[in-house]
């Protein structure tokens, strides 16, 4: 399974993005995908995801961007999106797109930069 993630970039402080990423997996629709970042000396984290498969299927967010991203999924083009709103400087990091077959298999993006200046 390939994911390509586009969409990163350069924005100013309380711009949009939107993330995307697109999973060669013949079973998107009933995989579980999300977004993960990771900050220059910092462990990887959780950012947002689909927790299961099916275009309404549950959603764990993080905290910390609660009510500014949401991720929704086009199970038709085998892709996860993130609309980031209000962004901050703090959420400068590189963005990973994650896919599980549950239960058994996890794949990686190769991540895409965003940068939030102030």
């Known amino acids: 399974v390939q994911l390509q993630a586009s969409g990163g970039g350069l924005v100013q402080a309380g711009g949009s993005l939107r993330l995307s990423c697109a999973a060669s997996s013949r079973t998107f629709s009933i995989d579980a995908v999300g977004w993960y970042r990771q900050a220059p000396g910092k462990a990887r984290e959780l950012v947002a995801a689909f927790t299961s498969g099916g275009s309404r299927g549950a959603i764990t967010y993080a905290d910390f961007v609660r009510d500014r991203f949401t991720i929704s999924r086009d199970n038709a083009k085998k892709t996860v999106y993130l609309q980031m709103n209000g962004l901050m400087p703090e959420d400068t990091a590189m963005y990973y797109c994650?896919?599980?077959?549950?239960?058994?298999?996890?794949?990686w993006g190769l991540g895409t930069q965003v940068t939030v200046s102030s």
């Open positions: 994650n896919l599980k077959q549950i239960p058994r298999f996890e794949y």
